[in-house]
């Protein structure tokens, strides 16, 4: 689990990302967001089987970041990325749970925070 207070405490400025979703139900959504003068391009995919959101992440010029990677709150989702930007990307809830977001949850009760480098 990722120490977010260390984070806030380094200096970092978090930004939430938009996953503002029509009727909040969307198993399937890209979002792109500025990772520190880098544009990346991010998927998000419900698994109905499993009952887990996955991540997957590129450079607007194509260049994989990590692919098919298991969301989890307060962990950060580059964290096993080898063209990783340098900054984190962590999804966060309200609640001090760490239940998975279910489907409806991401851009609700779970927020995902992209820290900049320091």
Same mark, same amino acid.
């Given at each position: 689990?990722?120490?977010?207070? =260390? *984070? /806030?405490?380094? #200096?970092?400025?978090?930004? +939430? *990302?938009? *996953? ?5 139900? !969307?198993?399937? /959504?890209?979002?792109? /967001?500025? %990772? ?5 391009? !991010? ?10 959101? @996955?991540?997957? =992440? +590129? @450079? ?20 096993? %990325? ?5 900054? %984190?990307?962590?999804?966060?809830? +309200? =609640? ?7 489907? #409806? ?7 995902? @925070? @992209?820290?900049? =480098?320091?």
């Amino acid at each position: 689990m990722i120490d977010v207070n =260390a *984070l /806030f405490a380094s #200096g970092r400025i978090a930004r +939430e *990302l938009d *996953l503002s979703l029509d009727d909040g139900l !969307t198993p399937f /959504f890209s979002v792109s /967001f500025n %990772a520190d003068d880098r544009i990346v391009v !991010t998927a998000w995919a419900w698994s109905e089987r499993v009952e887990r959101w @996955y991540f997957s =992440a +590129e @450079y607007d010029d194509g260049t994989p970041i990590i692919s098919g990677q298991v969301v989890e709150l307060w962990k950060d989702l580059f964290r096993f %990325a080898t063209t990783r930007p340098v900054g %984190a990307l962590v999804p966060m809830s +309200e =609640a001090s749970a760490l239940t998975a977001p279910a489907l #409806g949850e991401l851009g609700g009760r779970v927020g995902v @925070y @992209y820290f900049s =480098a320091p």
